[in-house]
Structure formats: structure tokens, C-alpha cells
């Protein structure tokens, strides 16, 4: 469980990271957007990197930490681009996040 909490606070940092300045920060030079992503990035490594070595030090594969971290990441990204940037979820966001739960699937099938 410290995996996915680790996970989870590490994808909610980079979706900011990432995307924050596509709502009310587009007239801002994109140098200064750079440096603010790098910055806040710095922290998600704070959280994705003790989240990693402690899922694979727990008998996660690095295909099960990176697909667990994608699921997650996509769900972040459609709270976010909900939420923060006022773009509606249509089927197609649903048919995407089922077919990586089922890679979710593939990859932990038969593991205990």
C-alpha cells in the first residue's frame, strides 16, 4: 500500500508539473514555466523514486510498477483535466482507462 500512496502523490505533482500552465499560465515566458515544472517535479521524484524501490523490494516487477503508475497517472490526469482545466471525460477516456486496467490484469495475473 505504500507503493500506490507513494504513487499516487508522485503523479498528482507531475500532472501539475506537466500541465498547470495551460489554464491562466500561457502569457507566462516558457522559460519560467520550465524552471516552475522543474521545480515542482523535484518533489515527485521525492515520491516516485522511494515508491519504485519500495515496490520492488515488495516483489513488484518494473512492469507491474510501471503499469500501476500509468493506471494511476491516467486517473489523476482525468480528475485534473476535469477539475482544474474544464474539459469534459467522454467514452473514450473510459475505453483508454479499461484497457489499462486490463494491462493491470495481464501483469498481475497469478501473482501473490
Known amino acids: 500500500m505504500p507503493t500506490i500512496a507513494l504513487l499516487l502523490a508522485s503523479n498528482i505533482l507531475m500532472t501539475?508539473?506537466?500541465?498547470?500552465?495551460?489554464?491562466?499560465?500561457?502569457?507566462?515566458?516558457?522559460?519560467?514555466?520550465?524552471?516552475?515544472?522543474?521545480?515542482?517535479?523535484?518533489?515527485?521524484?521525492?515520491?516516485?523514486?522511494?515508491?519504485?524501490r519500495i515496490g520492488y523490494a515488495s516483489g513488484w516487477s518494473a512492469g507491474q510498477l510501471k503499469i500501476a503508475q500509468e493506471v494511476i497517472a491516467l486517473g489523476v490526469f482525468g480528475i485534473f483535466m476535469v477539475a482544474f482545466l474544464g474539459e469534459p471525460l467522454n467514452w473514450r477516456h473510459l475505453g483508454a482507462f479499461l484497457c489499462l486496467l486490463g494491462a493491470v490484469a495481464f501483469l498481475f495475473w497469478g501473482k501473490a
Open 16 to 52: 501539475t508539473a506537466w500541465y498547470w500552465h495551460l489554464k491562466g499560465g500561457m502569457a507566462k515566458p516558457l522559460a519560467l514555466v520550465i524552471l516552475i515544472s522543474w521545480g515542482i517535479a523535484f518533489f515527485e521524484y521525492c515520491f516516485a523514486v522511494p515508491a519504485n
